[in-house]
């Protein structure tokens, strides 16, 4: 298919799924695209959208052995895994967010109840917390997982970069421990490159000490596709 006509059917879908796919956010009451209308266009968008994974994501999907999910269910499953988590790690300062659109779930673990200051061992507390998401990474199979580690801009950047690719590599290993396969799971650390937060104001800077999960689920069609590609 000529790039015109293929740009032209991927703005046609994105314009369907956000014309047809409108809900009631149940938690704002908010008006919004429903993931589970955009999971049904996963399929056209399902490059593009793994564009964004660490190292790219076709190769890791036969890696992983993941099946797939069906389109439609994709909203559906996202939605149920994220309240779950949300129950499951309560209290714990952790916090689980829908990202990229609504096509993945971000979970953000804060240093102050995942490391102590400076360091890249978890802390034993934060541990039965970390289990929790482990077990619905097992629940929930048919997605790729990247470990993110983040610093505040205190010290060098050398420093700091070290510091991020230490604690991502330390959550990604220990979810691997906890039975998640290994073939889902990349991790990377960012230094002081991508603030959430106000470097110049304790507050920014405690926001700023983080390591993020994004989980991305997969449609049966993304495995498909990576088939077809040859890996």
């Not at 266009?41 to 399902?46: A, D, I, K, Q, S």
């Not at 890696?63 to 389109?71: E, P």
């Not at 603030?195 to 304790?202: E, K, L, S």
């Given at each position: 298919m000529p790039k015109s006509r293929?740009?032209?059917?991927?703005?046609?879908?994105?314009?369907?799924?956000?014309?047809?796919?409108?809900?009631?956010?149940?938690?704002?009451?908010?008006?919004?695209?429903?993931?589970?209308?955009?999971?049904?266009?996963?399929?056209?968008?399902?490059?593009?959208?793994?564009?964004?994974?660490?190292?790219?994501?076709?190769?890791?999907?036969?890696?992983?052995?993941?099946?797939?999910?069906?389109?439609?269910?994709?909203?559906?499953?996202?939605?149920?895994?994220i309240k779950e988590l949300r129950e499951q790690t309560a209290g714990s300062g952790v916090d689980i967010t829908p990202t990229d659109n609504g096509q993945a779930i971000l979970v953000n673990l804060p240093e102050g109840v995942t490391f102590d200051v400076a360091s890249a061992a978890l802390q034993p507390s934060f541990r039965t917390t970390l289990d929790q998401i482990g077990q619905s990474l097992n629940q929930y199979p048919n997605s790729l997982v990247d470990v993110y580690g983040h610093t505040d801009s205190t010290g060098s950047d050398q420093y700091n970069q070290t510091l991020s690719e230490a604690r991502a590599r330390t959550v990604?290993?220990?979810?691997?421990?906890?039975?998640?396969?290994?073939?889902?799971?990349?991790?990377?650390?960012?230094?002081?490159?991508?603030?959430?937060?106000?470097?110049?104001?304790?507050?920014?800077?405690?926001?700023?000490?983080?390591?993020?999960?994004?989980i991305v689920p997969i449609s049966q069609e993304q495995v498909q596709a990576a088939k077809q590609q040859g890996y």
């Open positions: 293929l740009l032209i059917s991927c703005v046609t879908a994105i314009s369907l799924v956000s014309l047809s796919g409108c809900v009631t956010d149940p938690n704002t009451g908010e008006r919004k695209v429903s993931r589970t209308a955009i999971g049904a266009g996963v399929g056209t968008l399902g490059g593009i959208l793994l564009g964004g994974l660490i190292g790219g994501g076709t190769g890791r999907i036969i890696g992983a052995g993941i099946g797939g999910l069906a389109g439609g269910a994709i909203g559906y499953t996202m939605d149920k895994q990604a290993n220990y979810l691997t421990m906890q039975g998640v396969s290994g073939a889902r799971i990349r991790s990377q650390g960012f230094g002081e490159t991508l603030p959430i937060g106000d470097n110049a104001t304790d507050e920014g800077r405690r926001r700023n000490r983080r390591v993020e999960i994004k």
